[in-house]
């Protein structure tokens, strides 16, 4: 049967410390999670009851055995992880400040697995086929996963919901996209031409478009070739356009945050559920919403993804909270 949702991308294993407020060299306890954004998206759609896999690469050790096991547990077929011999499986350490001081550092040098993923390793039939299809910037940074991703994009051709999470992460580009992102735009010019739905934030939209207004960010989404744009605002919460001109405004869910690394994947997997459902855009996008929220005030990203009835909860108790202010 085809797949609800199916990912493609980064995956790695998050090293988290289990203290908070303090820096790495004074951290003494660590916790280890599945990691990778668009593997915590098919976690996420998984946790709503939605057959999902991945499509990536991990190395040949202990640590990829642990990325099967953990995608097996949590529901979604480990089938299209691959085996690369290039490196070792990515190892992703933080450091946790609340509430909005999270560093990262990515372990994936000199390249990683799943940036090693090639255009005649794929499934081209489960990905024409999959209700959902979701790709990331990140795998446009380098080949030949720049050449799978638009491999991937030109067999599905548009068909169902195909959806690009805007992903900008500089370090994983060359030096030049790094310095003038006009380069990463040209790539991703092409690969929002084959997607109905671009989904990212404030800064990960300038680099698609130009553009940093948020109203203008999404219509040059949708200039771009999109049917849906998001674009997320963080303590202003969210702007959707579709190609009607139809805009949405949902508006942040409070939260006391403590982790804030996972809420971006947990929009999405959540943005998945309420598209395959059918909902109009103002639910759905505001139960992605929700769903970020509730893994921002969570520790880990891949462990703290919400079921459907934990989503709903927090959306009454939102509306609660705005009908008390009011």
Not at 106 to 119: G, T
Not at 194 to 221: H, M, S
Not at 261 to 267: C, H, S, T, V
Request: hydrophobic share 40%; glycine share 10%.
């Amino acid at each position: 049967m085809p797949y609800d949702v199916l990912t493609m991308g980064r995956v790695g294993v998050d090293v988290y410390p289990l203290q908070t407020g303090v820096g790495l060299a004074e951290v003494t306890s660590f916790g280890k999670y599945l990691g990778g954004s668009p593997t915590n998206v098919a976690v996420a759609a998984a946790r709503y009851g939605r057959s999902a896999a991945v499509i990536t690469k991990t190395g040949r050790d202990p640590f990829g055995d642990f990325v099967r096991k953990a995608l097996d547990g949590y529901g979604v077929d480990p089938r299209f992880v691959g085996t690369s011999e290039i490196a070792p499986t990515p190892v992703t350490f933080c450091e946790i400040f609340p509430p909005d001081d999270f560093p990262l550092y990515f372990y994936r040098l000199p390249k990683a697995p799943d940036l090693d993923i090639r255009p005649e390793e794929l499934d081209l039939a489960a990905v024409r086929d999959a209700s959902v299809f979701w790709i990331t910037g990140t795998g446009l940074s380098e080949e030949p996963s720049r050449s799978a991703t638009l491999a991937a994009l030109e067999h599905r051709a548009r068909a169902g919901v195909t959806v690009f999470d805007l992903d900008w992460r500089p370090m994983f580009w060359k030096d030049t996209a790094r310095a003038d992102p006009a380069e990463a735009r040209a790539r991703y010019r092409e690969a929002l031409r084959r997607t109905t739905v671009a989904v990212g934030n404030i800064d990960e939209c300038e680099v698609a478009t130009g553009e940093r207004e948020p109203y203008a960010a999404a219509k040059a989404l949708l200039a771009a070739g999109v049917e849906l744009a998001v674009v997320k605002q963080g303590p202003r919460g969210v702007l959707a356009m579709d190609r009607e001109g139809s805009v949405t405004e949902i508006p942040p869910v409070p939260v006391d945050v403590v982790n804030g690394l996972g809420a971006g994947d947990a929009f999405g997997g959540a943005l998945c559920h309420g598209l395959l459902a059918g909902w109009d855009t103002r639910r759905t996008v505001s139960f992605a919403n929700a769903a970020g929220a509730l893994v921002a005030g969570r520790l880990s990203c891949s462990d703290a993804m919400p079921t459907q009835a934990e989503v709903e909860a927090k959306l009454r108790g939102a509306t609660d909270d705005s009908e008390r202010e009011v």
